[in-house]
T-cell receptor, first 114, second 114 residues
Framework: AQSVAQPEDQVNVAEGNPLTVKCTYS??????LFWYVQYPNRGLQFLLK??????LVKGSYGFEAEFNKSQTSFHLKKPSALVSDSALYFC????????????FGTGTLLAVQP | DSGVTQTPKHLITATGQRVTLRCSPR?????VYWYQQSLDQGLQFLIQ???????AKGNILERFSAQQFPDLHSELNLSSLELGDSALYFC?????????????FGQGTRLTVV
């Protein structure tokens, strides 16, 4: 079965520093990977996706993610963190098959200190 | 704004009661997913509909049911409510069930069972 893992419950970073939120995946076949962000009392917002092609994917709000097949990772990155980036980040993978539902990781809380 | 509308935003009800959560997908999206988010279980897939037909069931209790209507809006019915059903319920929609398409989430319905 497809799955993703987010090994860190929380990531702390100072404003202006680069940030990385980690995600590893386990899939059979080609992975379709996604990142979503959830701000307090809000729904999940789509950030970016990897389907095929370039291993560096650019998304919304200056975020990007690096797909690494050999390490089965899809880490979310941003060169310079903002306090407003503080939120809960979810990595997800499509399940495959007829439903292709999204399977989410447990989430990583990003806290950016001013 | 994702284009997915969920009503109501908040719901407080007593144990044993029944509630209905409503979701209007983005214009043109045929696939609707329901997810439950709780502190201890994370984001759990409940059920998926595609163009009016049930496509997949996840960890959905027998007390819960859903349907998708001809106009593509969907309702999630929760009955014989228990305290443990308190959670944030999300609806998401996507154009197809293809793996390369992202899903867009509504802002959720926060259900509190007292």
């Amino acid at each position: 079965a497809q799955s993703v893992a987010q090994p860190e419950d929380q990531v702390n970073v100072a404003e202006g520093n680069p940030l990385t939120v980690k995600c590893t995946y386990s899939v059979s076949g080609n992975p379709y990977l996604f990142w979503y962000v959830q701000y307090p009392n809000r729904g999940l917002q789509f950030l970016l996706k990897y389907i095929t092609g370039d291993n560096l994917v650019k998304g919304s709000y200056g975020f990007e993610a690096e797909f690494n097949k050999s390490q089965t990772s899809f880490h979310l990155k941003k060169p310079s963190a903002l306090v407003s980036d503080s939120a809960l980040y979810f990595c997800a993978v499509r399940d495959g098959g007829a439903t292709n539902k999204l399977i989410f990781g447990t989430g990583t809380l990003l806290a950016v200190q001013p | 704004d994702s284009g997915v509308t969920q009503t109501p935003k908040h719901l407080i009800t007593a144990t044993g009661q029944r509630v209905t959560l409503r979701c209007s997908p983005r214009s043109g999206d045929l696939s609707v997913y329901w997810y439950q988010q709780s502190l201890d279980q994370g984001l759990q897939f409940l059920i998926q509909y595609y163009n009016g037909e049930e496509r997949a069931k996840g960890n959905i209790l027998e007390r819960f049911s859903a349907q998708q209507f001809p106009d593509l809006h969907s309702e999630l019915n929760l009955s014989s409510l228990e305290l443990g059903d308190s959670a944030l319920y999300f609806c998401a929609s996507s154009v197809t069930t293809e793996g390369n398409t992202e899903a867009f989430f509504g802002q959720g319905t926060r259900l509190t069972v007292v």
